[in-house]
């Protein structure tokens, strides 16, 4: 005699079958995943980061944000909501780095020369859609004779989207000068760095003419220029 | 374990959830207008139903795990949105585990609306990392939401991972039964 269906049994016996598979899949997905893996990891690439000098002083590398309080002599932290910046007027410290392929750069108040140096950050979205609107920009506009474009390439992350700034600055055929600030951000921090991308405005004796912060439109970039050159906003 | 292996594993985790949810959505919808989708329905929802409360707290679970594994093993700071979505999660691995223990099915509309609540979360963090002046027009130098730790095949970040944990765990929700439909009396 056969015995009728047993629902409850079927039940359990159907849950079982689905954790048992759901489980299968999960031991799958993990080797595939250690599998597929291999050897893709984030290396970390050379000149992304370099040794960097404020004044006379080195600096080494380490943790730290660029907020973390700055050296004495520094541009105070930039902070867009003040009337007027407390940096204007101010002399730029001199900090002495290298650019990605190892050769000395020098960013000085002290040359003669009107600047605008921009500090973008390769895992910042923001600064990853102005570069290529700069770029563009400036093919079309160049920078006049007596101003310089300086960059700094900060905040470097290794294993963060974007990364190295090198290979994402030279895609984007970015040709002005790039300062590689050290692992500790030191030259934003020298600078009053508070978000990226940031601008900072600097006129031939070497003074700060205002500062400006996040994505700037080409005819804002314009203005940067033009106060530069005129040492005036 | 290296964190490219096991960020590698949260992602195919997510993508077949996500294959997961797209099945069920077009069984859910066929089923309106087809007699075969309507009865594959039926007999899926027979087999998985009893089991889908346990097994969107499990999802919670292995969400709510993932989500430490990122922040206090592989160092991936959470942003602000992050952790309102991890408000969202981390409750439904009690509420959820405790219902599933307890066969408490009136559990299930809490579960939706805390999964429901941390997948709105998670779409406006998709949006903001897909266009980061929604928030703001610049970095934070300390942690911006829209700064992305993992960027999986190109489409696949953390909220995305989270989206499809709680869009699981809602169709899991939805599909869950205190019995097989063909037992009920």
């Given at each position: 005699?056969?015995?009728?269906?047993?629902?409850?049994?079927?039940?359990s016996?159907?849950?079982?079958?689905?954790?048992?598979?759901?489980?299968?899949?999960?031991?799958?997905l993990?080797i595939?995943?250690?599998?597929?893996?291999r050897?893709?990891?984030?290396?970390?690439?050379?000149?992304q980061?370099g040794?960097?000098s404020?004044?006379?002083s080195?600096?080494?590398?380490?943790g730290?944000?660029p907020?973390?309080?700055?050296?004495?002599?520094?541009?105070?932290e930039?902070?867009?909501?003040?009337?007027?910046?407390?940096?204007?007027?101010m002399?730029?410290?001199?900090?002495?780095?290298?650019?990605?392929?190892?050769?000395?750069?020098?960013?000085?108040?002290?040359d003669?020369k009107?600047?605008?140096?921009?500090?973008?950050?390769?895992w910042?979205?923001?600064?990853?859609?102005?570069?290529p609107?700069?770029?563009?920009?400036?093919?079309?506009?160049?920078?006049?004779?007596?101003?310089?474009?300086?960059?700094?390439?900060?905040?470097?992350?290794?294993?963060?989207?974007?990364?190295?700034?090198?290979?994402?600055?030279?895609g984007?055929?970015?040709?002005?000068?790039?300062?590689?600030?050290?692992?500790?951000?030191?030259?934003?921090?020298?600078f009053?760095l508070?978000?990226?991308?940031?601008?900072?405005?600097?006129d031939?004796?070497?003074?700060?003419?205002t500062?400006?912060s996040?994505?700037?439109?080409?005819?804002q970039?314009?203005?940067?220029v033009?106060?530069?050159?005129?040492?005036?906003? | 374990m290296?964190?490219?292996?096991?960020?590698?594993?949260?992602?195919?985790?997510?993508?077949?959830?996500?294959l997961?949810?797209?099945a069920?959505?077009v069984?859910?919808?066929?089923?309106?207008?087809?007699?075969?989708?309507?009865?594959?329905?039926?007999?899926?929802?027979?087999v998985?139903?009893?089991?889908?409360?346990?097994?969107?707290?499990?999802?919670?679970?292995?969400c709510?795990?993932?989500?430490?594994y990122l922040?206090?093993?592989?160092?991936?700071?959470?942003?602000r949105?992050?952790?309102?979505?991890?408000t969202?999660?981390?409750?439904?691995?009690v509420?959820?585990?405790v219902?599933?223990?307890?066969?408490?099915?009136?559990?299930?509309?809490?579960?939706?609306?805390?999964?429901?609540i941390?997948?709105?979360?998670?779409?406006?963090?998709l949006?903001?990392?897909?266009?980061?002046?929604?928030?703001?027009?610049?970095c934070?130098?300390?942690?911006?939401c829209?700064?992305?730790?993992?960027?999986q095949?190109?489409?696949?970040?953390?909220p995305?991972?989270?989206?499809?944990?709680f869009?699981?765990?809602?169709?899991?929700?939805?599909?869950a039964?205190?019995?097989?439909?063909?037992?009920?009396?």
């Open positions: 005699m056969t015995s009728p269906s047993n629902p409850g049994a079927e039940t016996s159907n849950g079982a079958v689905i954790w048992i598979g759901v489980g299968v899949v999960i031991v799958v993990g595939a995943a250690i599998f597929f893996a050897g893709s990891g984030d290396e970390k690439v050379e000149n980061t040794s960097v404020v004044g006379g080195s600096t080494t590398t380490g730290g944000s907020q973390d309080a700055a050296p004495e002599g520094s541009l105070p930039y902070d867009a909501t003040l009337a007027e910046d407390p940096a204007v007027g002399t730029i410290p001199t900090v002495t780095g290298s650019d990605f392929a190892g050769d000395d750069l020098t960013i000085a108040g002290d003669g009107a600047k605008v140096i921009v500090f973008v950050a390769h910042c979205p923001h600064c990853q859609k102005e570069v609107l700069l770029k563009e920009h400036l093919d079309e506009v160049p920078m006049p004779d007596d101003v310089e474009l300086l960059t700094v390439s900060t905040s470097v992350q290794p294993g963060a989207t974007n990364y190295p700034p090198q290979e994402w600055l030279e984007e055929g970015w040709s002005a000068p790039v300062l590689a600030d050290d692992e500790d951000s030191t030259v934003a921090q020298e009053g508070s978000s990226f991308p940031y601008f900072v405005v600097v031939a004796d070497g003074k700060v003419v500062r400006a996040g994505e700037l439109t080409t005819d970039f314009d203005d940067l033009k106060a530069a050159q005129e040492g005036s906003v | 290296d964190s490219d292996v096991v960020t590698l594993f949260f992602a195919l985790l997510a993508t077949l959830a996500q997961v949810v797209v069920a959505v069984l859910w919808l066929g089923a309106m207008v087809s007699p075969a989708l309507r009865r594959a329905r039926g007999s899926v929802l027979a998985v139903g009893p089991q889908a409360l346990a097994m969107a707290a499990a999802v919670a679970l292995v709510t795990l993932g989500s430490l922040s206090e093993v592989a160092h991936f700071l959470p942003c949105l992050c952790w309102f979505q991890r969202a999660m981390y409750p439904l691995v509420v959820l585990g219902a599933a223990v307890r066969r408490d099915h009136g559990a299930r509309l809490t579960g939706a609306i805390l999964a429901g941390g997948a709105c979360v998670s779409i406006w963090h949006l903001v990392e897909q266009y980061p002046n929604l928030e703001s027009s610049s934070d130098p300390d942690n911006p829209s700064f992305k730790w993992v960027d095949w190109g489409y696949l970040t953390i995305g991972m989270a989206l499809s944990g869009a699981l765990i809602l169709v899991l929700l939805a599909a039964r205190p019995v097989s439909l063909e037992e009920q009396p």
